[in-house]
């Protein structure tokens, strides 16, 4: 009989916790407000209120799809034996932040800095 070693038992544990997230965020696709679902003529009042809910809806939409990318990447680090190293530093990402954020792609410094650049483009971007 095999031994599971510390980071087998981790990695089936960070398994179990994108597959959950991700059956979570797939049960929540598209069951958003569709307020294009509804039928019959709009009232010029409810037109504004309308196009809110589609903004919303819209955005929600983009926002869950984003986050089944990040959980899929994950798990195919996991499937190729890269799980919780840092894409940018090759360093290991710390275990606290992995059982915070499964889905991690960098460390807490390197997210930081990533972070700093952003700020700092549209900063620049925003002077021009």
């Known amino acids: 009989m095999k031994k599971i070693t510390k980071m087998e038992s981790a990695s089936h544990g960070y398994r179990a916790g994108l597959l959950e997230k991700r059956a979570s ?57 890269d799980y919780g190293t840092c894409l940018a530093c090759d360093e290991p990402i710390a275990e606290k932040r992995l059982r915070a954020l499964p889905w991690a792609r960098y460390c807490v410094t390197c997210q930081d800095n990533a972070g700093v650049e952003l700020d700092t483009y549209r900063e620049t971007v925003g002077r021009r």
Do not use: C, W
């Open 25 to 81: 965020v797939l049960s929540g696709l598209g069951t958003k407000v569709d307020p294009l679902a509804r039928m019959g003529r709009i009232a010029e009042d409810d037109q504004a209120q309308i196009s809110h809910e589609e903004f919303v809806s819209s955005r929600m939409n983009g926002l869950d799809y984003h986050q089944l990318r990040l959980v899929e990447e994950a798990l195919d680090r996991l499937d190729a034996g």
